[in-house]
């Protein structure tokens, strides 16, 4: 019987958590799959403790000729991959007995669904569920200023890497996930299950600490990109400016609240021609999110003038047009 999944798991020196990771895939409820460990010259008991699997048939165990780092193995990893979909693992995290019973009958049940990911846990240095956005709208919309799915927890058709190859963007180390939901967001749809069907260990060695710097340089690379499908090359300045507006940030001036309303509008009527997301979904995000930034800035008088007199203000439900007017008296 041919896998149903093929199972990528790069491992580099990953002695202490390997067998762990390994077990929970070889818990699942689901059974019908191929598990590749590719061994990227670790230094340690790594390709020992992972041979020790391969007494099951569905265990592979691959050791790249020299270290090529996780893009480069996770490309070669996705081309020998068999099974119609691929599942991401890390060797450091665990997957939760059902994840790939539940991943799979979503994208066995909805064919316009490309990638598949889940909510997560994260443990050890840092502890807490971790819940994306549901819908593939929502989550596009999203990846306009951040990433919005669990990488090491997606379910990819493979159909999708077959068209796209290489499917990983060796420019992007570190943010080479992100990237490739901004760039698999205009052939495909996504999903969230909303729940925590996997478990991150946040080590001191982990990515988004030890390469922070990279990694935000990156994605903020990506966030351009994504706004160039919109026909908008953001500046550096206008890059900060949409952060900001995305996260609702306090105390910007005037000047400020005037570009990104600009920034909005040219994002609004760049939809409706490239038709990102749904039209209807642009607006309400969008509105949105300049309700919070205007709101947060709403003791500077020429802010509420702005927002009054603002088109993309119409497009808020009057309840928050009335509560912004409410707030304004005080």
């Not at 749809?189 to 946040?202: G, H, M, W």
Request: proline share 3%.
């Amino acid at each position: 019987m041919y896998p149903q999944i093929s199972v990528v798991l790069p491992a580099y020196n990953a002695a202490p958590y390997i067998a762990e990771a390994v077990e929970s895939i070889l818990n699942q409820t689901f059974a019908n799959f191929e598990l590749i460990i590719i061994n990227d010259c670790s230094t340690d008991n790594t390709h020992a403790i992972a041979q020790t699997y391969t007494t099951d048939p569905r265990v592979k165990v691959i050791s790249n000729p020299k270290n090529l780092g996780l893009i480069k193995t996770l490309n070669y990893g996705f081309s020998i991959a068999s099974a119609k979909y691929i599942a991401r693992m890390d060797a450091d995290d665990i997957s939760e007995p059902t994840r790939f019973e539940k991943q799979f009958h979503i994208m066995e049940n909805n064919s316009e669904i490309g990638i598949c990911s889940c909510g997560y846990e994260n443990f050890e240095a840092i502890r807490g569920n971790v819940y994306y956005v549901e819908t593939s709208d929502k989550i596009k919309l999203n990846l306009l200023y951040k990433t919005e799915i669990c990488h090491a927890a997606a379910l990819i058709r493979k159909e999708l890497v077959n068209q796209y190859t290489p499917f990983y963007n060796q420019d992007y180390p570190h943010a080479e996930d992100y990237e490739l939901w901004a760039r698999m967001a205009q052939y495909t749809q996504f999903y969230n299950l909303q729940e925590v069907l996997y478990k991150v260990r946040v080590l001191k060695t982990s990515v988004s600490r030890v390469f922070s710097d990279v990694q935000l340089y990156n994605t903020y690379s990506v966030i351009k990109y994504l706004f160039r499908r919109f026909g908008i090359n953001l500046t550096d300045i206008q890059l900060q400016l949409w952060l900001k507006t995305c996260y609702a940030d306090f105390n910007l001036s005037t000047n400020d609240i005037n570009e990104i309303e600009k920034l909005i509008s040219a994002l609004l009527n760049a939809n409706k021609a490239i038709a990102y997301v749904n039209q209807y979904s642009m607006n309400q995000f969008l509105s949105d999110k300049w309700f919070n930034i205007c709101y947060n800035n709403i003791k500077n008088k020429e802010v509420q003038t702005i927002f009054n007199n603002s088109n993309i203000s119409t497009l808020l439900p009057f309840k928050s047009r009335l509560k912004f007017k409410l707030k304004a008296l005080i």
